[in-house]
């Protein structure tokens, strides 16, 4: 497990988070992702042309990309906006780093 993993907790424990309102809706949006890729797979298998099938590895780059904006926004809004004064400029510079890796993908 990466260092910056929490173990799983039992729900009742577990702590809010910025999605947790759209949870349903990120996990139905992760879900028709997950089969966009299943279908780029299909695509290699079944020989299709490599123009068409990095167009649909674009798409499904896009779709990961929002779910990555979305979730940066609740965590600036949720988590670094309601943190106390003495966690704030590091969760700050958390999230400044994963606007960072993001950025740097390609």
Do not use: W
Request: hydrophobic letters at 40%; charged letters at 30%.
């Amino acid at each position: 497990m990466p260092s910056n993993e929490m173990p799983a907790q039992p729900a009742a424990e577990r702590p809010t988070r910025g999605y947790t309102a759209s949870k349903d809706q990120l996990l139905n949006r992760l879900r028709r992702i997950e089969g966009q890729v299943r279908g780029i797979q299909g695509m290699v298998d079944d020989d299709r042309y490599c123009i068409d099938i990095l167009t649909q590895i674009t798409a499904a780059q896009a779709a990961l990309d929002k779910v990555a904006l979305g979730l940066l926004d609740d965590h600036a809004r949720h988590c670094v906006v309601g943190a106390g004064d003495d966690e704030r400029a590091d969760m700050t510079d958390e999230l400044m780093a994963a606007v960072a890796r993001l950025m740097r993908r390609g």
